[in-house]
């Protein structure tokens, strides 16, 4: 079930839905879900508008030669304009927000967070090479699946998939 847009009326849906937590999630470099879950208890409208700081970056660093980050303050800022949902799978009641990344000292999007390099592709695209649509399309399997691996020879090709 989508969730409403605008942060009072997302926080009155958690509240009156007893969500127990909200799932901040963003997309690595790799195409690797990564998240960060919060007690709703603890959120506030400022959460919602201006994001929440990503700890520990390094942890989650898509690859260590794109760019020295340790010295960034890097925040989730969630993405309000498309619909949320609940996460089916949680065994506490959660919501989804899915994130851009970006720099707080500077308040830009991080340039290596793949929601804001998947924009800029689409601006290009659509202003710059003057495609008129784009269909995007995600591979249902990395998602699903804890490991995937795809091997292609010439005479066959394989896709393995493994939950861990």
Same mark, same amino acid.
């Given at each position: 079930?989508?969730?409403?847009?605008?942060?009072?009326?997302?926080?009155?849906?958690?509240?009156?839905?007893?969500? +127990?937590?909200?799932?901040?999630?963003?997309?690595?470099?790799?195409?690797?879900?990564?998240?960060?879950? *919060?007690?709703?208890?603890?959120?506030?409208?400022?959460?919602?508008q201006?994001g929440?700081?990503?700890?520990?970056?390094?942890?989650?660093?898509?690859?260590?030669?794109?760019e020295?980050?340790?010295?960034r303050?890097?925040?989730?800022?969630?993405?309000?304009?498309?619909?949320?949902?609940?996460?089916?799978?949680?065994?506490?009641? +959660?919501?989804? =927000?899915?994130? *851009? =990344? +970006?720099?707080?000292?500077?308040?830009?999007p991080?340039? *290596?967070?793949?929601?804001?390099?998947?924009?800029k592709?689409?601006?290009y695209?659509?202003?710059?090479a003057?495609?008129?649509?784009?269909? *995007?399309?995600?591979?249902?399997?990395?998602?699903?699946?804890?490991?995937?691996s795809v091997?292609?020879?010439?005479?066959?090709?394989?896709?393995?998939?493994e939950?861990?």
């Amino acid at each position: 079930m989508p969730l409403p847009l605008k942060p009072t009326a997302l926080l009155k849906y958690l509240k009156d839905n007893q969500i +127990t937590f909200l799932d901040f999630r963003f997309t690595d470099l790799r195409g690797q879900w990564r998240s960060i879950s *919060y007690p709703t208890s603890t959120l506030s409208i400022n959460d919602l508008q201006k994001g929440i700081p990503l700890p520990s970056f390094a942890e989650y660093n898509p690859s260590d030669i794109l760019e020295d980050i340790s010295s960034r303050e890097l925040w989730l800022i969630p993405d309000l304009t498309i619909p949320q949902v609940e996460d089916p799978f949680a065994l506490e009641p +959660t919501a989804i =927000l899915f994130c *851009y =990344l +970006t720099d707080k000292l500077s308040s830009q999007p991080f340039s *290596y967070d793949a929601r804001t390099i998947a924009q800029k592709t689409e601006v290009y695209f659509l202003k710059q090479a003057n495609i008129k649509k784009l269909v *995007y399309t995600g591979e249902l399997e990395f998602f699903l699946l804890d490991k995937t691996s795809v091997e292609a020879l010439q005479s066959s090709s394989t896709l393995k998939g493994e939950n861990l």
